[in-house]
């Protein structure tokens, strides 16, 4: 039961830590879809190239997060979609904007696609790290680590020990001097 248990807390760590690493990169790339999108859907001429920088600034973000996150596939969505974007965010015509913009969308989906599998393909490898810890081992651990509780338990334990004996001590002295 213990072991089951700890494999299950160590692969719900590691999967916080593996999507952790990429998880501002995804939210940069998510914004960045999001005001694509808004740019590709706007009426306005400014409000097209208002968002496609918004998505430009966005993106640009996400590049410099990516060496934090790893994933080398999603690196030339991220520059082809920066290309995209300096292109949409300066059209020579509305007609020009919407289509570099419809190609950043594009880009942008790629990319999160890319962080997608990459964030998935290092949670199976981690998980199949897991399913072959050897279950002995596991149990030690917890018994290494149960054993420690219970020292500083009762380190704590003697710590309240000594206290209550001192107060006690106090309370007999004012018992036993008259006039207090």
Request: with cysteine.
């Amino acid at each position: 039961m213990t072991t089951k248990f700890l494999l299950s807390f160590t692969f719900i760590l590691t999967t916080l830590l593996v999507s952790a690493k990429c998880d501002n990169t995804y939210t940069s790339a998510s914004y960045a879809l999001n005001h694509a999108k808004k740019s590709f859907s706007s009426k306005n001429f400014d409000h097209q190239k208002y968002y496609a920088y918004k998505a430009l600034e966005a993106l640009e973000k996400a590049k410099k997060l990516i060496d934090i996150c790893g994933c080398d596939k999603a690196v030339d969505p991220i520059l082809d979609g920066i290309e995209n974007l300096e292109k949409a965010s300066d059209p020579k015509d509305f007609e020009m904007g919407r289509y570099y913009t419809k190609r950043a969308f594009a880009d942008i989906q790629d990319l999160i696609n890319q962080l997608d599998i990459y964030t998935q393909d290092n949670l199976n490898t981690i998980d199949n790290l897991n399913v072959s810890m050897d279950a002995e081992s596991v149990e030690k651990k917890l018994l290494i680590n149960e054993l420690s509780a219970i020292k500083n338990q009762q380190i704590i334990l003697a710590r309240k020990q000594e206290i209550l004996e001192k107060r006690k001590n106090d309370i007999e002295e004012k018992l036993l001097i008259p006039g207090s």
